[in-house]
Each structure stands twice: as C-alpha cells, then as structure tokens.
C-alpha cells in the first residue's frame, strides 16, 4: 500500500508567495512614485526608476564580491530601493542618495546578522544620509528650480519653524502649495509621504491581499496619536504631515524588522509610534520616524521571545480561550 | 493578515452514492498505529468470508469484512479478500442496546472508530466516561476541510441514522443536551431537512479549522481544554457524522462500521459523495467513477487537502478516509523551503494562539523549554500554518519531529 513520499500535506496554500508579497508592494510604491510624478514633478519618475534598479544593481555586485556568484537580485531589495527614494527629498542630489542606497542594500540586507539584529534597510540608509548627508536631506525646492531664492518649507518644516499647522484637508490630499504669509514657499516633502490617502487606500489592499498585517500600523498611528494628544500637539495634522501614514503603511509593517508574534507587533508599534511623536516635540529634527522604527527594531528579537515564553506560562498555568476563539 | 483558508461553500451535497461495480478485491492494513492499538487476524488464507465478518481483532476494536469472499492473504500485517462476483443483500436485523453499560463491548464489536479522520475506538472512548458521563453531545458536522462536503450530505439524505446514534449516545448515557455543529453556511442548508429533530444549533466560522474538537468545546464553554485534558473532561461528547451514521446503521440494521463514507474530489467535475466498502483500492473508486488520474500531472490525496497524504492507485480506504482526491499538482507545493521573512501569517492562521515559527526554529535547533513543549503539546498537527506560509517552510512536519523528539527525550 505505497504512499507518496516526496510530497507532504497540506496540498492547499492560502496568499501569494514571499516574491508575489514584495512584487505586490513594489507596484504600490510605483505607483505611489507615479502619482508624485504626475502631480508635481515630471522629471521624478525616471529618478525613481533609476534607484530602483541601481539597488539591484548593488545587490548583485556585491553578491558578486562577497559570494563570488552571481544571483538574480531579488525584489525585496526593489522595495529598499524604492521606499528610500520615497522618504527623501524629490530633488536630492544622486551620488549621496546612491550612497544611502549602498549602506542599505550591502550594510541593511546584506550583512547585518538577521538573526541577532533585524533592522530596516531602508531606515538604516536614511538614518545614515540624515547624519552625513544633512544638509541636502533638507533641502526642499520647487519644481524645475535649481535655487531656493524664497525660503521654503514643507508643511511639517514650517510646523517647526512657525508652528502654524497646514489644513489637514489639503494635506489628506496632497493639495500642497501656495505661500504662507509671503514669507514661506509651502512644497510637499518627500514623494512617499505626499498624501497620506493614497498610502492607506493601498494598505488597505495590502492587507486585504494577504500582504501586510494592519497590527503595527494601527499600534503605530495609536502610540504615536496618545503621546499627541498628553503632549497637546495637533493630533490631525501630525498624523497625516511628514511620513507618519507612509511608515505605518509600508515602514513599520516591513516583516523582516518588526517581532514576528501579534503581541510583538502591538508593542514595538505601539513604541516606534510613541517615540516618533515625542521627537517630533522635543527633537532637532522634523521627522521622528527613523528613530522610533529603528528603536523597534532593536527591540524586536527580545519582544519575541518574550510572547513566546508569555504563551507557553499561560498555556501551563491556564487554558484560556485563545485570542481567536474560532 | 487575509491569509485564510476557506472551507466549502456552494449548493448542498447531493446524496451518497453506493459504489459500483463492487470492487474485486479488498485489503486491509493490520497496522497498531493506524487502528489505534494490536489487532490480532482471525480468518486464515483460504476461508471464505461473509459480509459482515470479523476478519482481525484488537483491544478496543474488531475489524470485519465487507463483501463476501475467500481470504487470499493473512498475516500479522494484512488481510486480503477476493471478494465474490454474487453478492448476497444484507439481511437487516435491528441490533438495540439496553443499557450504557453494553456500550463499549457493543462499540467494540461493531468496530466504531472515530470517522473525522482521529480513528479513536470508541469503545475505549466511551468506556472511559461511563462512570462520569459528558452532559452534552454534540453532533461536530462542521466539516471544514476544503472541498468535502460527506457529512453535509449524509446530514440532508440520510440524518434518519445519524441521529438515531446520536438519540441512542444522549439516552444511554444520559446526556441533558444536544448540540447540533455546522458552518455558517450549511445551516441553511440543513434546516429544511431537520425541523424534526430536537437540537441546538451552534456555528462554526467558515474557515478551516473552525471543525477542530477543541475549538467547539472552546466556544460551548468558553474554556479551551489545556494539553493532555479531553473533550469529555470538559463535559462535552463531540461525535463526528460519519461516526454517528456508522453506529445508527448497526442499530437500525445491524450492520457493523464496514462501510466509508466519503467525497471524491476531481478537476472539473462536480464532488461525489460515495459510500465504499472499506480495504476498497483508491484505483478501482476512480474507475468506477470514470475519473481519469495522471500521475505525471496529478495528485492522488487522501483525508483532505491540510491532513491528509499523497497515496497512490493502490491506497485501500481506511475507516479515517473522509476523501478522495485528484488534485492537479502545483508548482507551490514542489517549492524549496525559502529562509522566513517573519512575516506572522503563520501566528494569525494557528487556532490555538501558538507561535508556529518560533517553535519551529526552536526545534530545528535543538533548543527545548518547557514554553517550547507546552505549545508543541497543545498543537493538533491541522496543517493551517504550513498552507499560509510564503516561504513554503514545511511547519507541520517540523511539528510533528518535534513532538517524537520530545517524547524521546522524555
């Protein structure tokens, strides 16, 4: 009575593949650079493109260099590509942003043990233009200028400056121009974070494709809108100013850097949220984001292997109803 | 994360079908794993055989023949009939019980296992709660395997025998309550056909494996039983349909649990629902059947898409075997392992609230914690994470290592 040794069940599967889910999210980020380009910035897309394929690019050489064969580059490291082209100035200049690039794609993906550390690559190479690079990681300019003869400002720019807070309708759109006061020039920041609507009508198709899970993003926006709200900062506005819904869409929900448990999820979330709204108070810069994703992302091993003692204490001790009951 | 795993829906089970041609030969495997305990052969090579004759014996259970034929081979390891061309009508003969206490040697004899696929004797299951009886049964047609749809079917067509078990367990060992398990989808299915009968109902979600024992009891009483402890232990006896039918069919008629019940799935055709002698061969239900099978581009599985086996043309129908099925091969399911992204698609999918990659990676390195053996203990091997995974990593396997290795070291 022989039975088939080489395959095993289940003879089912459920959602894309590991390539089918980075495909998924380089198509949205695509498209999200597209609409940029469409809106303001014609010249933005074929930029786009060229880092993209530049991360692969990298990828493979230093494959190249450390494994000594070469390997078809793999669509994660797409989506690095594209979501540190997202979250920098449109007009960056290319040879930082391409050394940004290489610390994330050889330094982020390639080398850093994901075993002992999970960290965001692309959060790794914009933490790293923020420190070396700082000067043109503030530099906002308009359109088809080369020089900033008006002094301009991103929404959240003019926030720290004036602590005037842009209409959240306008923001919510990406409706993002005019001048404040005559004073300051208003311009969108970074391509990714140019409307917030956008991002979450494509991570609520990521979620519902089997794609993202909605648990760091909702821990995300919600520690991020408790400390607002105790440190009576415009809770509106800075939810959709600056990168907050882009990271707690496509950043915070990266797999790979986040715990991998749901209570993992709730917490490091729920912190990177937290810290990035008390930056955004109390710190040098604007933006928070890269400290708190980063902050939880050093946190995530330990995070797992708390939950996973936490189940097993409370399987031993109690033999409650699990979170999902059916 | 939608990473879900659906179970059937669509029009209702048509009614099942007796197979024929009867089929020329039948075997049986005497292995103790697969019934649950030693079974001893009582026939030799050369006896002729009746329908409905004890062929092997065991502790908990008896095995019978279900056609009439001469035993061609018996050994410690098989028993196979040649089954005769004539085959004579069962002759019915109600077979009542009295008393509770005649439960277990009556389920013994008539061979009742557990028929959603666990095998359990019943008689050892049933002997084991007479002194302190569960105060409910319920009737699991919950049936969330993809693509079956047997017990739905023996629900609508012929519920005489199953609740005619089902009134039997309730009385005898006076049982206070029956509970009625659907999915949400086949209640409305199966309310035409059951406005007789005295019951309540209690649905299931529509995904697998909303059926899981564990996950009833959890949601009649709000208590998930913890490793180690029973259904019954929580006061809940949860009979599968199949199991039911089985014993309401030797009640009715006498006949003993020789038949199988089951759904034959193959690419574009509508579902079969079959009932097949037992030791019938995988080969011989795909002919009668008309199904064509190519193994160059097709897979023969047996017990469902998430717990069953890849079989071949010669696999004999067990008493566990609620499908057969032709599925045509996917590359997805040949795909190298790839490393984990960490993605917690395998934490939504797990039913139990358990930590499948965590145990996974913990096992695979040798590391044992009484965290790790905890979970492990309360895995049921449903197969949910491994069908959501997008690195293809094979975690029921690795599970079901664990656990061996655990008992060893033990």
Not at chain 1, 65 to 75: C, F, T, V, Y
Not at chain 1, 97 to 102: D, E, K, S, V, W
Request: one cysteine or more; glycine letters at 10%.
């Amino acid at each position: 009575m022989a039975e088939k040794q080489s395959m095993k069940a289940p003879f089912f599967r459920s959602g894309t593949d590991v390539r089918g889910m980075m495909w998924a999210m380089l198509a949205c980020l695509t498209l999200t650079a597209a609409h940029f380009s469409l809106r303001y910035d014609g010249a933005y897309f074929p930029r786009f493109l060229l880092v993209v394929f530049s991360g692969w690019a990298l990828e493979w050489v230093v494959g190249l260099l450390h494994d000594g064969r070469s390997a078809w580059p793999r669509a994660s490291t797409g989506v690095t590509g594209a979501l540190l082209a997202l979250s920098v100035p449109a007009h960056m200049p290319l040879l930082p942003l391409l050394c940004g690039l290489l610390v994330a794609v050889w330094f982020g993906k390639l080398i850093v043990d994901r075993n002992a550390l999970r960290l965001n690559p692309m959060i790794l190479g914009r933490l790293f233009l923020m420190i070396v690079f700082a000067a043109p990681m503030q530099a906002w300019l308009a359109p088809g200028r080369e020089i900033s003869a008006i002094t301009s400002a991103t929404p959240l720019g003019l926030y720290k400056a004036e602590g005037v807070a842009f209409s959240a309708h306008k923001l919510l759109l990406g409706a993002i121009g005019g001048d404040w006061e005559g004073v300051y020039e208003l311009l969108p920041g970074a391509p990714g974070e140019l409307m917030p609507l956008l991002a979450l009508f494509f991570g609520v198709i990521l979620y519902w494709t089997g794609v993202l899970d909605w648990r760091p993003g909702v821990a995300f926006l919600s520690g991020f809108a408790v400390v607002c709200v105790v440190l009576r900062m415009p809770l509106v506005f800075h939810l959709l100013a600056g990168s907050v819904i882009f990271t707690a869409v496509y950043v915070i929900t990266d797999p790979r850097s986040t715990p991998g448990s749901k209570a993992g999820r709730w917490m490091a979330g729920a912190m990177a949220g937290a810290i990035t709204a008390a930056v955004r108070h109390h710190g040098y810069y604007p933006e928070g984001v890269v400290f708190g994703v980063l902050a939880a992302n050093l946190l995530a091993p330990t995070l797992d292997r708390l939950a996973f003692a936490l189940r097993g204490i409370t399987l031993r001790l109690t033999g409650r109803s699990p979170s999902r009951g059916e | 994360m939608r990473r879900t795993i659906p179970s059937r829906t669509g029009a209702p089970s048509e009614a099942p079908e007796a197979l024929t041609p009867s089929p020329s030969d039948l075997a049986f495997s005497l292995d103790a794993e697969g019934h649950r305990g030693a079974m001893q052969v009582c026939v030799r090579a050369g006896d002729a055989v009746l329908s409905g004759q004890p062929i092997a014996e065991g502790e908990w259970q008896v095995l019978h023949s279900p056609l009439a034929g001469t035993v061609s081979v018996s050994d410690a390891r098989q028993v196979v009939i040649q089954c005769s061309t004539e085959q004579p009508d069962w002759c019915a003969a109600p077979m009542p019980l009295a008393d509770k206490s005649e439960l277990p040697d009556y389920l013994r004899a008539m061979g009742l296992v557990g028929m959603g696929g666990g095998r359990f004797p019943y008689a050892r299951r049933i002997a084991r709660i007479l002194e302190r009886p569960p105060h409910t049964l319920v009737i699991n047609a919950v049936e969330c395997e993809p693509g079956i749809g047997i017990d739905e079917s023996l629900m609508i067509h012929q519920n005489r025998e199953v609740f005619a078990g089902a009134e039997a367990f309730k009385n005898l060992l006076g049982m206070r309550r029956c509970v009625l398990a659907v999915r949400r989808s086949t209640r409305r299915h199966l309310e035409p056909f059951l406005e007789n009968h005295s019951f309540d109902w209690l649905e299931m979600p529509d995904r697998y494996p909303g059926g899981a024992g564990k996950l009833i009891s959890a949601k009649l009483s709000g208590r998930m039983p913890r490793a180690g402890m029973l259904n019954s232990d929580l006061g809940f006896l949860i009979s599968n349909v199949a199991s039911l039918w089985a014993f309401g069919r030797r009640l009715i008629e006498g006949r003993p649990s020789v038949d199988r019940p089951l759904t034959l799935l193959a690419p574009d055709a509508p579902p079969r629902q079959l009932v097949v002698p037992l030791g019938v061969s995988a080969g011989h239900v795909l002919s009668a059947c008309g199904v064509s099978f190519d193994a160059a581009r097709q897979i023969l599985v047996a017990e469902g898409r998430l717990m069953g086996r890849a079989v071949e043309r010669d696999y004999r129908v067990g008493k566990g075997a609620i499908a057969l099925m032709v599925l045509n091969r996917e590359r997805r399911w040949e795909r190298p392992e790839a490393p984990c992204i960490l993605c917690g698609s395998c934490f939504d999918a797990c039913p139990l609230g358990l930590h499948p990659i965590g145990m996974a990676n913990r096992i695979r390195e040798g590391r044992s914690s009484r965290s790790l053996e905890a979970q492990l203990n309360e895995c049921f091997l449903c197969g949910a994470c491994s069908a959501v995974c997008p690195a293809e990593i094979p975690l029921v396997q690795v599970f079901r290592e664990g656990k061996t290795w655990l008992k060893n070291k033990a």
